[in-house]
C-alpha cells in the first residue's frame, strides 16, 4: 500500500515548456485533490475531482488543466509554464464524504526559469 | 467564501512544555470540519486531528486535542509533553460537510527546544 504517489519530486522547466505531473493512490479513494504550496500563501486549491470523469476548478485554477479517467490516476498538466507557477505542488486523496481526512502526497517542487 | 486565519507565524517551546497554536476561521455555514495538518522538514503534509462542527465534544488523538469555540470561530491545537519530533509547520484547514475543498491558514512554524 503505497498511499498517494507523485512523480517527478522535482522538476526545473523554463517559460512556455509544458508538461504533466503524475499523481497515483492505491487507496481506492473517491476524492482527489491538487494544491499548491507558496511561501506564506499556505495551500491553494487547484484542481479537485469526486471520481472519475467528474472534475471542477479551484481557488487557483488558471494555466492548469486535470483530467480523471480512472479511479487512480489524477494528473495535472502545465500548459504553458510560467515563472508564476513556481511552487511546491500536493496531490491528495480521501475516500469519499466518509472519510476522515485527505491523505497528501510527499509533493513536487517545480521550477520554472 | 471561507477564510482560516493563523496569527502566529512563530512559536518555539521547551521540550515536554506544552504548547498552544491558535486558529480563527469565518463561515456562513453550520456543518463544517476543522483540521490541523503537520508539515515536518521532509515536506510531508500530516493530518494530526479532525473536528466536526457538530460534535460539542472536543477531539483528542493522544498528545494532541483541539479547543473548539464554534461560536467564537475558534480552534486551536493544545500539544502537550511536547517532543523534538513535533517540529514542523502546523497549518490549520477548514471544510464545509459535502463541499471536498480544503481552505488552509497560512500556517505557524513551531520549534521544540531541547
Known amino acids: 500500500n503505497a498511499g498517494v504517489t507523485q512523480t517527478p519530486k522535482f522538476q526545473v522547466l523554463k517559460t512556455g515548456q509544458s508538461m504533466t505531473l503524475q499523481c497515483a493512490q492505491d487507496?481506492?479513494?473517491?476524492?482527489m485533490s491538487w494544491y499548491r504550496q507558496d511561501p506564506g500563501m499556505g495551500l491553494r486549491l487547484i484542481h479537485y475531482?469526486?471520481?472519475?470523469?467528474?472534475?471542477d476548478q479551484g481557488e487557483v485554477p488558471n494555466g492548469y488543466n486535470v483530467s480523471r479517467s480512472t479511479t487512480e490516476d489524477f494528473p495535472l498538466r502545465l500548459l504553458s509554464a510560467a515563472p508564476s507557477q513556481t511552487s511546491v505542488y500536493f496531490c491528495?486523496?480521501?475516500?469519499?464524504?466518509?472519510?476522515?481526512?485527505?491523505?497528501f502526497g510527499s509533493g513536487t517542487r517545480l521550477t520554472v526559469v | 467564501a471561507q477564510t482560516v486565519t493563523q496569527s502566529q507565524p512563530e512559536m518555539s517551546v521547551q521540550e515536554a512544555e506544552t504548547v498552544t497554536l491558535s486558529c480563527t476561521y469565518d463561515?456562513?455555514?453550520?456543518?463544517?470540519?476543522l483540521f490541523w495538518y503537520k508539515q515536518p522538514p521532509s515536506r510531508q503534509m500530516i493530518l494530526v486531528i479532525r473536528?466536526?462542527?457538530?460534535?460539542?465534544q472536543n477531539a483528542t488523538e493522544n498528545r494532541f486535542s483541539v479547543n473548539f469555540q464554534k461560536a467564537a470561530k475558534s480552534f486551536s491545537l493544545k500539544i502537550s509533553d511536547s517532543q523534538l519530533g513535533d517540529t514542523a509547520m502546523y497549518f490549520c484547514?477548514?471544510?464545509?460537510?459535502?463541499?471536498?475543498?480544503?481552505?488552509f491558514g497560512t500556517g505557524t512554524r513551531l520549534t521544540i527546544i531541547p
Open positions: 491528495a486523496s480521501k475516500e469519499g464524504y466518509r472519510g476522515y481526512g485527505y491523505t
Open positions: 473536528q466536526e462542527a457538530y460534535k460539542q
Open positions: 475531482s469526486v471520481g472519475a470523469g467528474i472534475t
Open positions: 487507496m481506492n479513494h473517491e476524492y
Open positions: 484547514a477548514f471544510a464545509n460537510f459535502g463541499n471536498e475543498k480544503l481552505t
Open positions: 463561515t456562513s455555514e453550520n456543518n463544517y470540519y
